[in-house]
């Protein structure tokens, strides 16, 4: 898996590298430079526009602009600023690109950005080096207007190391942000080319060695998931298995006018490789999820005669179950809310690997301390919120949850001492110990209703394999993802369904 750093790594790392190593800053800077050069000229633009910022990030534009002009291309420089702003490394390669001939513009009026950019045409290739990594407040005034010049541009963006305007932690716009077509980033993928909404911004990210060593990053939490994490998952049966030792989920799941939620939940969770799938509910969701279900293997548990004969008869279906998920379809009434709490506490207390997802998290939002209360230190639980969940489960709204994700999902897992899958584009895994993964497969389509319900016995299902939580999160959520995409390429994303979803998974496991 790819390692994904912060501002604050990177700094760390190149810090380490010139200080320690002895790579002289100037030296990175013309690898960095010369890559970004490399990937401009193999798209092969008529002209090439350079615009730079004062600092670090505008050396590495001179370094580039320098070799393009070298190769024989037009070029022209723009720095956004004056020439006596710009200090260290990032002045010797500018000096080295005006002795080189580049032809250069300094812009440090509003006025001039017309005759700065000179005229729009569509097989000119921008180059963004405008602003690095170290950017931490609103873009505005010159640089903002750059920023908006700069996409209404018809040519190819190419941004350096983070597209101008990205919080390249959080992966958020800091007011104006370059819309980059390609972002060559050094050393390692920055964390908010990542994930959402960055990973939109950033366009393909090519990532470069620039002489940073890799054994530097091996501390960092951050990754970004491969295929890799589903080969525990995937591969041939052990001759000698059957359906007891393929493992058997308890389903807590469905009510009336939502029975098709425990059915997407519990085919999928059997399409991933559970031997056995029992799915409890009232007589009613039962009776409506058999009727619609083309899942004759799905075995029932009716629950009826009150809070304590439900409750009695879950305990004992808990004998011989390997996990229990809870939540798809589920009520939000006070009795359901009592009834998961309780069947929460019994799993707890055997040590049963737990997935809660939908109302079930709706109930744990309304008793924070559920999850503390009869735990284990060898419990294995895991959360599936999507935003407006994680904001009730944090008290506070969806924005906030949606203008850190990052930050959201390792609030979550370290308050709850939960594993946690938050739910969208990118979806994030993020563990009580730091850990944070971010899942580069699925796509829009997967925007309708079941789709979670079928996440939901996808991570169940793993769970019954033996693994923990994070990697059974982890596994789970870049299968689902693949899973739609393979939909999606086949038939397009809209009108794609959760059971079309279903049907895919053995395939991506495949």
């Not at 005034?141 to 190419?158: H, Q, S, T, Y």
């Not at 493992?247 to 425990?262: C, D, E, I, Q, V």
């Not at 997967?446 to 059974?472: K, M, R």
């Not at 979803?501 to 053995?506: D, G, K, Q, T």
């Amino acid at each position: 898996m790819s390692v994904l750093v912060t501002a604050a790594e990177m700094r760390a790392f190149d810090r380490h590298t010139i200080d320690v190593i002895g790579v002289p800053g100037a030296v990175l800077m013309e690898t960095a430079g010369h890559a970004v050069a490399e990937v401009v000229r193999s798209l092969e633009p008529a002209r090439v526009l350079v615009v730079c910022g004062v600092g670090n990030n505008g050396g590495d534009g001179c370094v580039a602009a320098r070799w393009l002009h070298g190769w024989g291309l037009e070029v022209r420089l723009v720095l956004v600023g004056a020439v006596n702003r710009v200090h260290g490394d990032a002045a010797l390669h500018l000096h080295a690109a005006q002795r080189a001939g580049v032809p250069l513009v300094e812009l440090d009026d509003l006025g001039a950005i017309d005759a700065a950019f000179g005229p729009s045409l569509p097989d000119t290739v921008l180059v963004d080096a405008l602003l690095g990594t170290g950017l931490g407040r609103p873009v505005e005034g010159l640089f903002a207007e750059v920023i908006d010049r700069i996409n209404e541009e018809p040519g190819v963006k190419v941004a350096v190391d983070v597209p101008s305007g990205l919080d390249s932690d959080r992966g958020v716009p800091l007011g104006s942000c370059v819309r980059a077509d390609r972002t060559v980033t050094f050393g390692f993928c920055k964390r908010g080319l990542a994930v959402a909404p960055g990973f939109t911004f950033a366009g393909r990210v090519d990532v470069v060695d620039i002489g940073i060593p890799v054994a530097l990053a091996r501390g960092c939490k951050t990754v970004l998931l491969e295929a890799e994490v589903l080969r525990p998952f995937s591969g041939a049966l052990g001759p000698l298995g059957h359906k007891g030792t393929h493992g058997h989920l308890l389903l807590l799941a469905g009510s009336p006018g939502k029975s098709g939620a425990a059915a997407l939940a519990g085919r999928a969770a059997l399409r991933c490789g559970a031997g056995l799938c029992t799915v409890a509910a009232d007589k009613a969701a039962l009776a409506a999820m058999m009727a619609v279900s083309a899942t004759p293997e799905l075995m029932t548990l009716a629950l009826a005669g009150g809070l304590d004969a439900e409750l009695a008869s879950l305990e004992a279906a808990l004998d011989g179950k390997r996990a229990l998920a809870i939540g798809p379809g589920l009520s939000t009434s006070g009795e359901t809310g009592q009834l998961v709490s309780r069947l929460v506490q019994a799993a707890l207390s055997r040590a049963l690997p737990l997935v809660l997802d939908a109302d079930g998290l709706n109930h744990l939002a309304t008793n924070p301390q559920l999850l503390t209360d009869g735990a284990t230190n060898r419990r294995i639980v895991v959360l599936t919120p999507h935003p407006g969940e994680a904001a009730r489960l944090l008290g506070r709204s969806i924005a906030d949850v949606q203008a850190d994700r990052v930050a959201s999902a390792l609030e979550l897992a370290a308050t709850y001492g939960a594993v946690v899958a938050l739910k969208g584009a990118r979806t994030l895994v993020a563990a009580p110990d730091g850990r944070l993964a971010v899942c580069p497969t699925g796509n829009a389509g997967l925007g309708t209703g079941g789709t979670g319900d079928v996440l939901t016995g996808c991570i169940g299902a793993l769970l019954l394999q033996g693994s923990d939580g994070f990697e059974a999160a982890t596994a789970g959520v870049y299968l689902h993802g693949a899973a739609g995409d393979l939909v999606a390429a086949r038939s397009g994303q809209r009108g794609l369904l959760a059971s079309d979803v279903i049907e895919a998974l053995p395939q991506v496991l495949r």
